[in-house]
């Protein structure tokens, strides 16, 4: 067992941020990337899930076995225990591997609701891009771009520096996962492990089936 993916993309899902995840940003860092490393990369995000899949030790096995987390934080994101979770399992290794870029964090939000532990990582800024209407063959599109070719090298730096896969954060990760599994059932809430979590600045709802 080794590493699948070079990059773990971490988002919240929305019917209208979704297709910027998937069809923007992760298509043009897939084209960067294959360029600074010669060779094209492979980028998780949800859609690799295929149907029928346990998805929660799907979950667990992909970001178990990627190289480096990406995670795009939103408002949003930090109201998902799944995002949480994912980050928190990430920050766990970083932990071990301190002299490593295990997180690239890019921020598409204002921000105030990052940990502190991840906010001492320089982010990347994609404020400005975060536009549910974007439109390829614009300026701002071209700068969308000009932004994800400056953070490609940043990314591929972390792919290659990347620890040695240690096959025991598989059962940690997939483990994880059954447990957040089981607390939007009805089980108990799976508290994060290396994070200190701000308030959310709205109630939180039910727990619910959803990623």
Same mark, same amino acid.
């Given at each position: 067992? &080794? !590493?699948?993916?070079?990059? +773990?993309? $971490?988002?919240?899902?929305?019917?209208? /941020?979704?297709?910027?995840?998937?069809?923007?940003?992760?298509?043009?860092?897939?084209?960067?990337?294959? #360029?600074?490393? $010669?060779?094209?990369? $492979?980028?998780?995000?949800?859609?690799?899930?295929?149907?029928?899949?346990? /998805?929660? #030790?799907?979950?667990?096995?992909?970001?178990?076995?990627?190289?480096?987390?990406?995670?795009?934080?939103?408002?949003? !994101? +930090?109201?998902?225990?799944?995002?949480?979770?994912?980050?928190?399992?990430?920050?766990?290794?970083?932990? =071990?591997?301190? &002299?490593?870029?295990?997180?690239?964090?890019?921020?598409?939000?204002?921000?105030?609701?990052?940990?502190?532990?991840?906010?001492?990582?320089?982010?990347? &800024?994609?404020? #400005?891009?975060?536009?549910?209407?974007?439109? =390829?063959?614009?300026?701002? !599109?071209?700068?969308?771009?000009?932004?994800?070719? =400056?953070?490609?090298?940043?990314?591929?730096?972390?792919?290659?520096?990347?620890?040695? +896969?240690?096959?025991? /954060?598989?059962?940690?990760?997939?483990? =994880?996962?059954?447990?957040? !599994?089981?607390?939007?059932?009805?089980?108990?809430?799976?508290?994060?492990?290396?994070?200190?979590?701000?308030?959310?600045?709205?109630?939180?709802?039910?727990?619910?089936? $959803?990623?």
């Amino acid at each position: 067992m &080794d !590493y699948q993916f070079d990059v +773990f993309i $971490s988002y919240r899902r929305h019917p209208e /941020w979704t297709p910027w995840t998937r069809e923007h940003f992760r298509n043009l860092l897939d084209a960067y990337l294959t #360029q600074d490393l $010669s060779v094209q990369p $492979s980028i998780f995000v949800d859609e690799h899930i295929e149907p029928g899949a346990d /998805w929660p #030790q799907r979950l667990g096995d992909s970001i178990a076995r990627a190289r480096v987390l990406l995670p795009i934080f939103s408002g949003d !994101y +930090f109201g998902s225990e799944w995002c949480l979770h994912e980050l928190d399992l990430m920050h766990a290794r970083l932990l =071990r591997f301190p &002299d490593k870029i295990l997180i690239v964090p890019v921020v598409g939000h204002d921000g105030k609701l990052i940990p502190a532990e991840i906010a001492r990582l320089q982010p990347a &800024d994609f404020l #400005q891009f975060r536009n549910t209407d974007l439109q =390829r063959r614009t300026p701002r !599109y071209e700068q969308f771009a000009d932004a994800v070719q =400056r953070l490609a090298p940043v990314v591929a730096s972390a792919i290659v520096a990347a620890p040695a +896969f240690d096959p025991a /954060w598989v059962p940690e990760c997939r483990d =994880r996962f059954d447990q957040v !599994y089981a607390a939007h059932c009805g089980g108990p809430t799976v508290p994060v492990t290396t994070l200190t979590l701000k308030p959310l600045p709205f109630p939180t709802r039910p727990p619910r089936v $959803s990623m």
